[in-house]
């Protein structure tokens, strides 16, 4: 696996192409997605290789990594939270990044309320669209209640759309239905909730399955192994 700066920068030139290609395709605007790299498989090298290829917002998964790698690359990024996040963490993130991807219980929804500091956090709400495939996020009939409990917080956790998790599958074809699905959920909930969040962002997609969610209205797709490993072959 050859991961060097070069290769990394050619990679992201390829998914920003494979991105706008989608957007254009689907009759989108150029600057509709977002590219977040999920940096989880990223050495504090590689992250530098990111910086130096124009990359702006980087997400990680452990409270653990992003402290170790802010301190690196602080002002490099823009720094997002995608993991599961644990109530005991919260206090450790609520001040380091600008969105958390994986807000997935009224719990962790009241114990950032009570970590945030003045200005608030921004969060998505994770659902589990596809069912029991995947164990993250809430079902679609709590969301509603979810987003009660968040506005209620007067401000200090504000919702801001919507992520999911697409299972693993061989044909990003076959996660479509995951990526409209949410789509559906968002467009019917930023109605209904506009006076109070701005409901706009979809975080959906991955290195496998970017494309399609873009086609299907992802805002910011999240993008890890597709940048440090050989593309897998096509299966038939
Ligand atoms: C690792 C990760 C990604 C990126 O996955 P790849 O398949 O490597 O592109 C996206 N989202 C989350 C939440 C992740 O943990």
């Not at 050619?10 to 290609?21: D, P, Q, S």
């Not at 990003?172 to 019917?188: N, P, S």
């Amino acid at each position: 696996m050859q991961a060097t700066p070069e290769r990394i920068s050619e990679r992201l030139e390829a998914v920003r192409w494979g991105v706008r290609e989608a957007l254009n395709e689907s009759g989108r605007g150029p600057d509709e997605t977002r590219i977040l790299v999920a940096s989880k498989y990223y050495t504090l090298e590689q992250m530098g290789a990111l910086a130096g290829a124009g990359v702006e917002i980087v997400g990680e998964n452990k409270v653990e990594d992003l402290l170790r790698k802010q301190e690196a690359f602080e002002d490099a990024f823009e720094w997002h939270f995608i993991g599961h996040l644990q109530r005991r963490k919260a206090r450790d993130v609520v001040s380091r990044v600008t969105l958390i991807h994986s807000v997935d219980s009224v719990r962790l929804v009241e114990e950032l309320a009570k970590r945030a500091p003045e200005e608030g956090v921004e969060v998505l709400v994770q659902v589990n669209v596809s069912g029991e495939e995947s164990k993250y996020g809430v079902r679609e009939d709590e969301v509603d209640p979810m987003l009660e409990v968040i506005g209620e917080t007067e401000g200090k956790v504000r919702a801001r759309g919507f992520s999911t998790l697409a299972p693993l599958v061989e044909q990003a074809e076959d996660v479509r239905y995951v990526f409209a699905k949410l789509r559906t959920i968002r467009d019917r909930l930023k109605n209904r909730w506009s006076s109070r969040f701005d409901l706009s962002e979809l975080s959906m997609g991955m290195s496998n399955d970017y494309r399609v969610a873009v086609e299907e209205g992802a805002t910011i797709v999240r993008i890890g192994r597709a940048l440090i490993e050989e593309p897998r072959e096509a299966r038939s």
